[in-house]
Nanobody, 117 residues
Framework: QVQLVESGGGLVQAGGSLRLSCAASGSIRSIYAMAWHRQAPGLQRDLVATITLDGSTNYLDSVKGRFTISIDSPKNTVYLQMNSLKPEDTAVYYC???????????WGQGTQVTVSS
């Protein structure tokens, strides 16, 4: 079992920045990749950014060039640096982890990000 704890959400004006953190504990060796998802009220949960243990990253088109996912392996922590935030980025952001052949099966509790116009 992997436990994930997010932090760093909050309220920010459009154009501002936030950095989310996700600390992993438990069965760390089972993790192959980590990701940030987000879900706005009434909408589906979207995959925002992923990173594998070898550093490969992928991003949702709408956040490319504004968001950066990174991992600090010694600290078992993944970050999401969010710049040039827009009101449409408002959502609950969830950290997730998966193994090599599994789906996203470990989730954090979520952290609220609100971007005011």
């Amino acid at each position: 079992q992997v436990q994930l704890v997010e932090s760093g959400g909050g309220l920010v004006q459009a154009g501002g920045s936030l950095r989310l953190s996700c600390a992993a504990s438990g069965s760390i060796r089972s993790i192959y990749a980590m990701a940030w998802h987000r879900q706005a009220p009434g909408l589906q949960r979207d995959l925002v950014a992923t990173i594998t243990l070898d550093g490969s990253t992928n991003y949702l088109d709408s956040v490319k060039g504004r968001f950066t996912i990174s991992i600090d392996s010694p600290k078992n922590t993944v970050y999401l640096q969010m710049n040039s935030l827009k009101p449409e980025d408002t959502a609950v952001y969830y950290c997730a982890a998966r193994g090599v052949i599994t789906t996203w099966n470990s989730w954090g509790q979520g952290t609220q990000v609100t971007v005011s116009s």
